[in-house]
C-alpha cells in the first residue's frame, strides 16, 4: 500500500505518524541496502506533500466561491444606491461571508493539529455547526471595524486643531489592532470550544 497507493495513506495517517513511518523504513531498508525502494519512499514523502498542497487549495476554493460572490453583491449593491450617510451599510454584507469562514478554520484547525479532515463533509458539517456564533461575530465585527474607521478618520482630521485629539486618535488605534489580532484567535475558538461568544470575548 506504501508504494503503490500513496495517495491514500494521507487519508488514514497523520503527517506525523508517515514521517515516522518513513523513517523507520527508510533505516531498515539501508541497514538491508535496498536502495532501490529508498528512493520510492522519498517519491512518496513528495506526493504525500503535494496532495496535502492539493487539500488546502481545494478547502480555500470552498471558501472562495461565497467570499466573491459577496463582493460582486455589495459591487453591484453600491453601484446602483446613491451616495449618501448610509452608503456604508451595504459593508454590512460581508457577515454573510463569516459562516463560511466556521468551516475554512475547523478544516485547517484540523491540518494543523495533524487530524484527519474531509474537505468538503467537514467544511459544511463545521458551517452548520457554527453558523450562528459566526453570524453573530461577523456583525459586531463589521460593526466594530466601520466605527473605527470613522473614529479614526474624524481624530486624524482634527489633529491640526489641537493636541488633545491624539488621544482619542491613539486610544482608538490600538483598538483597531487588538481587534485584528483577536480575530486571529475567535474563529479557532469558535470551532473548538462549547462556549457561548461572550465567553469567548471574554478569553
Known amino acids: 500500500m506504501l508504494l503503490y497507493e500513496p495517495a491514500n495513506v494521507a487519508e488514514v ?9 518513513r523513517e523507520h523504513t527508510v533505516r531498515n531498508l539501508e541497514a538491508t ?56 451599510l451595504t ?18 484547525r484540523n491540518y494543523a493539529r495533524e487530524e484527519h479532515a474531509f474537505i468538503f463533509s467537514d ?22 471595524y466601520t466605527l473605527l474607521y470613522i473614529a479614526i478618520n474624524y481624530y486624524q482630521s482634527q489633529l491640526s486643531n489641537s493636541w488633545f485629539f491624539y488621544i482619542p486618535f491613539a486610544l482608538c488605534v490600538i483598538l483597531a489592532i487588538l481587534a485584528i489580532f483577536a480575530e486571529f484567535y475567535i474563529p479557532v475558538m469558535i470551532v473548538t470550544f462549547n462556549l457561548k461568544l461572550r465567553q469567548i470575548y471574554k478569553n
Not at 495517517?13 to 513511518?21: D, E, G, S
Not at 459593508?91 to 485547517?108: E, Q, R
Request: charged share 10%.
Open 123 to 144: 467544511f459544511v458539517d463545521a458551517v452548520k455547526a457554527n453558523w450562528k456564533q459566526f453570524l453573530g461575530n461577523g456583525f459586531i465585527s463589521v460593526t466594530l
Open 91 to 108: 459593508n454590512y454584507l460581508l457577515v454573510l461571508i463569516f459562516p463560511f469562514l466556521g468551516g475554512l478554520t475547523y478544516v485547517c
Open 13 to 21: 495517517l497523520t503527517v506525523r505518524q508517515v514521517c515516522i513511518l
Open 33 to 88: 541496502r535496498i536502495f532501490h525502494l529508498v528512493l520510492s519512499l522519498e517519491s512518496i514523502k513528495v506526493t504525500f506533500f503535494l496532495h496535502y498542497i492539493e487539500r488546502f487549495y481545494g478547502v480555500n476554493m470552498l471558501f472562495a466561491i461565497p467570499t466573491i460572490i459577496c463582493l460582486v453583491l455589495i459591487t453591484f449593491i453600491q453601484s446602483i444606491l446613491p451616495n449618501g450617510p448610509f452608503s456604508f
